[in-house]
């Protein structure tokens, strides 16, 4: 079966820091793969996604993410964090039909 | 292009009682997907719709179901409600490809006390 791991419950940076977010998924065939956002009390963002091609995708916000299939990982990066990217990150990887996985998330907290 | 639309966005309920959320998916969209969020348990599938037919379904008992209308709108109904039903009920929509990008609307947050 399916899965995502993001193995940080919590992350703080300081603000104009860089910023990695890491995602383990754990799919039998080649994965379709997304980062969204969420602000507290809001839906799901997306913020980009991998289906196949250039391993390197840029997405909204600055944000951008690295498929590496021998590690079966897709981490999210950005160069420059600022206060407004404060929420939960969440890895998802589409297992069928309108489903799709989710990792636990990852709660950024920005410092002044 | 107007979003994905839930209704309503809050909504407290007491054991036993049913609820019945409503999903309007982006036009065009055929694909409607439900997920529930809780701070335990994360985000969960619950189910897929696609042109009325219920395509995948999660591991949540027989007392939350779904159905889609002919014009991809949907509704999820729990009946019986539980305290650990309290959630954050949210819906996605698709165009429907099997692995296409699903965008989420806002949510519904349900209290059962």
């Known amino acids: 079966a399916q899965s995502v791991t993001q193995p940080d419950i919590h992350i703080t940076v300081s603000e104009g820091a860089s910023l990695e977010l890491r995602c383990n998924y754990s799919?039998?065939?080649?994965?379709?793969l997304f980062w969204y956002v969420q602000s507290p009390g809001q839906g799901l963002q997306l913020l980009l996604k991998?289906?196949?091609?250039?391993?390197l995708v840029q997405g909204i916000k600055g944000f951008e993410a690295e498929f590496k299939r021998s590690q079966s990982s897709f981490n999210l990066r950005k160069p420059s964090v600022h206060w407004s990217d404060a929420a939960e990150y969440f890895c998802a990887v589409v297992a069928g039909a309108g489903k799709s996985t989710f990792g636990d998330g990852t709660t950024l907290t920005v410092k002044p | 292009k107007a979003g994905v639309t839930q209704t309503p966005r809050y909504l407290i309920k007491t054991r036993g009682q049913q609820v019945t959320l409503s999903c309007s998916p982006i036009s065009g969209h055929r694909s409607v997907s439900w997920y529930q969020q809780t701070p335990g348990q994360g985000l969960q599938f619950l189910f897929e719709y696609f042109s009325e037919t219920q395509r995948n379904k999660g591991n949540f008992p027989g007392r939350f179901s779904g159905r889609q209308f002919s014009n991809s709108r949907s509704e999820m109904n729990v009946s019986t409600l539980e305290l650990g039903d309290s959630a954050l009920y949210l819906c996605a929509s698709s165009l429907g490809a099997n692995r296409g990008e699903a965008f989420f609307g806002q949510g519904t947050r349900l209290t059962v006390v």
């Open positions: 799919y039998g065939a080649t994965p379709y």
């Open positions: 991998y289906f196949s091609g250039d391993t």
